[in-house]
Nanobody
Framework: QVQLVESGGGSVQSGGSLRLSCAVS????????MAWFRQAPGKEREGVAQ???????SVADSVKGRFTISQGNAKNTLYLQMNSLKPEDTAMYYC?????????????????????WGQGTQVTVSS
């Protein structure tokens, strides 16, 4: 059973930075997509950033140039570095994973493709 546990959320002022972490209980190196999603009140959960087993990353246009997804050396920790935060970044942030990635394809942005989820960590950005 894969468990994902997020941490690092909090309250910051606009322009500030936060680093989210996600501890992964089991990591399969050859077929993994890991991702960060977020959900603001009254809105759908949206993909923020993804990383595959080869370390290729992709980020949503809304956070490009401000957010960076990465993994620890052992790949059992996922990070989201968030800089230049804006009030519209306020949301619950979730770590997610699936183990059906195939080399040559990009990790999906759709939440329906991910079957392992953390409990979420709240990020609040004030103006």
């Amino acid at each position: 059973q894969v468990q994902l546990v997020e941490s690092g959320g909090g309250s910051v002022q606009s322009g500030g930075s936060l680093r989210l972490s996600c501890a992964v209980s089991a990591y399969t190196d050859s077929s993994t997509c890991m991702a960060w999603f977020r959900q603001a009140p009254g809105k759908e959960r949206e993909g923020v950033a993804q990383i595959d087993s080869d370390g290729r990353t992709s980020v949503a246009d809304s956070v490009k140039g401000r957010f960076t997804i990465s993994q620890g050396n052992a790949k059992n920790t996922l990070y989201l570095q968030m800089n230049s935060l804006k009030p519209e970044d306020t949301a619950m942030y979730y770590c997610a994973a699936h183990y059906r990635w195939r080399r040559g394809s990009w990790c999906s942005e759709s939440l329906y493709d991910y079957n392992y989820w953390g409990q979420g960590t709240q990020v609040t950005v004030s103006s």
